[in-house]
């Protein structure tokens, strides 16, 4: 490989159904590793199985990593100059470099139905399609040229094989793992194409693009690596070593336990979205969670799989996009599986909404409120906001973390008034309203100090007197300084708060 190739890196999702949290993830390392070197993000669509194809999967892709701000150099819905880029558009081009093989003598023609490929598994369990066992089956290789002829003229249907050279050592220099070896022994004569539908299959339309798309870097899930001899040769059979791309397979995401591969279901269980976007299966009608629908900010899902298997090399846990372009570097990721640790994305939400201005989460709060039929403004929201976001992971928590700056409380919790609502409650609240009644609230701290003067002076201490209070103005025991409370309700309502609690409880 020339040392100046430019670097061009896809992501190439088969769209069968909503992106798994996986696959965003080797979407960001393809993006970053190619950003932080300068080069191109493609976007191809492998829609060459038929089969398993899902209708709006490819939007639902693209809808998502455009979310996250994952953005793309080229590729369906980008344009570029290597296209067309979804493999269903490009059958004209595998099918002559299906040919081209045949004619090298590489691949072969195999008439084998399915009916004789399960007889010969029957018969043998380990049965593999390879350099020992194709002489017993009916392909190019073992039939005559006429008989071929014959059944390509009467229009059978066949496959095309690679054929593979037993003895073989194939040597994948990973950028993460380092030297992995296989024997191509290993391998069987992989199905490359398809008459019945005229497709080829996943190897080889993968290999021919990433080839033409001048990708210089396949970057992708540890579940490939097994795939990754087979495409050597392929390159090898081509005659394209000189610019065969780098590969890099990238860790497995572990359940949060460590144990096994993380799944959906284990996100069922344990109640946190293994998806980038709310997706219903329109074959199944299986319902899948997303994360910007839970509430996650995109920011925080990207610094949250940034860090999932990969470390910065130090301490640092927030990073913006910018910030990961320039710290990434694939030698840092990790060989080993990253367990899932969901409560960690809930942190860095919680972590980015710390961040973020009060006045533009409150712009997106508004229309809840208004829904509910709460008459606020903007600013106010933002003030409650700086009060109560310290408690709230997702912005949906809002109403349960500061109903009470909106409303007066519409009943006390009792617990809070078996514990905090004394004998001398009443009384103390008489006197507490008759100091707010004095006071303009023109100045919170010079208010404190009045009400910290009469507990004092009367020898209440601040205990009883401010429980009380406080159930009175939140209707149980918990938000933010009583007197930033005050603050944000102002005069009027905080007496009116006071007095239907007295009346209330007595
Ligand atoms: N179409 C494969 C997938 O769905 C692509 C694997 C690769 O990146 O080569 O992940």
Known sequence: MSATRKVRVRFAPSPTGALHIGGVRTALYNYLFAKNLGGDMILRIEDTDSKRFVPGAEDYIVEGLTWLGIKFDEGVGFGGNYGPYRQSERRDIYKRYVDE?????????????????????????????????????NNSLSLSAEEVQARLERGDVYTVRFKIDPDQLIEINDMIRGEVHYKSDVLDDKVLYKSADQL???HLANVVDDHLMEVSHVIRGEEWLPSTPLHILLYRAFGWEDTMPQFAHLPLLLK???KGKLSKRDGDRLNFPVFPLDWKDPVSGDISKGYREAGYFPEAVINFLALLGWNPGTEQEMFSMDELIQAFNIQRCSKAGAKFDYEKGKWFNHQYMLLKDNME??????????????????????EVLALVKGRMNFLHEFWANAAYFFQAPQSYDEKTVSKRWKDVSAMQMGELEAILQAD??????????????????????????????????????KGPHIFDITRLIGKAETLQRLRRCVEVLG
Not at 361 to 382: C, D, F, M, R, S
Request: glycine share 6%.
């Open 440 to 477: 303009d609230f023109s100045d919170m701290a010079a208010l404190e100090a009045k009400v910290a003067a009469w507990c004092e002076e009367k020898a209440y201490g601040m205990g009883v007197p401010m429980n009380a209070f406080r159930l009175a103005l939140v209707g149980e025991g």
């Open 200 to 202: 080829p299959t996943y």
């Open 256 to 258: 949060p336990d460590g």
């Open 101 to 137: 093989l045949l004619a090298k003598g590489k691949a072969y023609y195999a008439f084998d139905t399915a009916a004789e490929l399960d007889a010969k598994r029957a018969e043998n369990a380990n049965f593999q399609y390879d350099a020992h066992t194709r002489m017993q089956m």
């Open 361 to 382: 989460l409150a712009a997106t709060l508004l229309p809840e409120l208004q829904a509910k039929g709460i008459e606020t403004t903007q600013a106010y929201v933002a």
